[in-house]
């Protein structure tokens, strides 16, 4: 048996191939793995995902959210009145 015939090469996405896969922006795609919270590699500053790694994603997208959500607050968006004056 000859190692090229049982080797398989996996199928590589781009981040617009999984936006539209996921139905979300390419900025989201890029923001979520840059943070670390999808996996994925680089191939010199251009970010790929596996079939596995896309596996993962729906994973991770199928699991109900742990943590509590907190409404935003604003930064920085203090009154005047509130500002001390020097």
């Not at 900025?27 to 010199?44: C, E, Y």
Request: glycine share 2%; no cysteine.
């Amino acid at each position: 048996m000859n190692i090229d015939d049982t080797f398989q090469p996996e199928r590589v996405f781009t981040t617009t191939q999984l936006a539209e896969a996921l139905q979300i922006s390419n900025n989201q795609v890029t923001t979520l793995a840059q943070r670390d919270n999808w996996p994925h590699m680089k191939v010199g500053n251009r970010l790929r995902f596996t079939e596995t790694h896309v596996k993962e994603i729906y994973e991770l997208l199928k699991a109900p959210e742990t943590r509590p959500t907190e409404p935003r607050r604003k930064v920085g968006s203090r009154s005047r009145q509130s500002r001390a004056t020097y």
